[in-house]
């Protein structure tokens, strides 16, 4: 007999492997994004709903799940499976957003409990004769029965002692369901499943999304059965037929296949169908949960065919991560190289003088006779934040342009910058502050150990501190700046100072453009894209495949 393998070291590589799913993000608007994002959902569907808790838990009872499409009668054949109305059929039921799913009573705790579908919440119903029970001893509240909130989903928990145990049905919304939390509920619950019952009806077994479901059943090899529901007998052979055709030119054509002719009781107002419509799919889902090789067999079917799929599918995911990673890249590059390139091209002007321009060179040529030295540096620190800011502005531009060329340039959290209390200006401005007063807190060390040296009268700082700026900023065109102050403090001071001040300015330079790079660069790192997952899914497979 053939028997699943449940070893602790297959489960936690199974676990880890999990994890690795669960942490991969595609928050990039690639091409590819949707595709990996639906295959990364799927997955842990599967795991999480499937493969852990049944590996985990090999003697819980088989769960079937039906699905299908609107109108396929899915809610009917589950209910004549049971032999009362436990599902409400009809298009517009009210438990649409609710699945239902039906076992023994003896099995109840196995679904009671949060082993698979954990993130929907429990409901209890109480039968119809219970709840009248209630209502006449003035039972109002159901303690099983929690309210729930609007947008929470549920799991609605009903047994039937007509359900042979170990044997459980679940009715899931349409998997064409105009709402788009149904369709995606819908195809969670089927990888929940041992068996996939898939219901079709002879006017729409030709359609394109039960046969995507059918093809992906068949790709993972999941223990799978059909029902072609709704036949009218007057076409029941020709329907059959042409079905049966279409399932062997899929590669389906050994799927169990049941067919249930059109009857009154079919029409989805609550009525239930003949015992004798159902009975050969009944006897079929009966035998699996009952037969020990049988049910080995569909359980080890569908979890090998889960895990076997990993092969193909986990690769598919890690390019989708590497993708990810190499938009993140250009992303980061594009914002770096623009900042290198005018980090370099202040450089350039900074050396040409062109600081010296505008009102600062007009105070410099009119120093000392009509312009402070307080003026003088007031003047060239605002022309080194105009510069700056210029700068900033040109960087920003080219990395706009940039991005606009790259599909993951156009994500919402890249257009979307976080609030900042300050504009570019501002902080510039503050920043070329704090470097005239650092440099004439080093004007004034200069000045003071120049004045204990000669022991005269020494200058005044401020006025030193505007002629080493301008010497530092103004390029050829201070050039007397330099030689004035090695009149005022010393050559050998006036060197000192200039050199003090030129690396306090290459700093001051690199803390402001680098700030302003890296706020350009806060949402690219906010989004977590980067190269460990890609590996780390490489390896997580690996490591299950040894395993295994």
Sequence with gaps: MVTLDVRPQLLDALTALRDRV??????????GAPRARANRDELLAQLDDYLVPRLRAPEAPLLAVVGGSTGAGKSTLVNSLVGRVVSEAGVLRPTTRTPVLVCHPDDHHWFAGMRVLPDLTRVWVPRQADAETDEAEGDEDDPLTPLLEDEERALRIETADALPRGLALLDAPDVDSLVAENRSLAARLISAADVWVMVTTASRYADAVPWHLLRTAKEHDASLVTVLDRVPHQVLAEVSRQYGALLSKAGLGDLPRFTVPELPESTGNGGLLPSTAVAPLRAWLAHR?????????????????VLDSLRARMPELAGAVAAQYSAAVRLTAAVEDAYDSEHARVGARLEGGAVLTGDALKRWQSYPLDCSAGELLDALVESLGALLLCAVTAADEHIDEAWRREPAGSAPELAARAPEPHSAEHRIGMAVRRWRRVLEEYAEDEVRAAGEAQGASPPDPEIVAALVAAALLGGGRARAAGETLAERIGAQSA??????????????????????????????????????????????????????
């Excluded at 980067?530 to 997580?540: K, M, R, V």
């Design 495 to 548: 060197l000192r100072l200039r050199d003090r001040g030129g690396r306090l300015l290459d700093e001051y330079l690199d803390t402001v453009l680098d700030a302003e790079r890296d706020r350009r660069l806060a949402p690219v790192d906010a989004l977590g894209v980067g190269p460990e997952p890609q590996a780390a899914l490489i390896a997580a497979l690996s490591l299950l495949q040894k395993e295994r």
């Design 22 to 31: 669960a942490a991969a993000r595609f928050p990039l608007p690639l091409a």
């Design 289 to 305: 949960a009952q037969d020990r090789d049988a049910r080995t067999r569909v359980m080890t079917r569908t979890a090998r065919g």
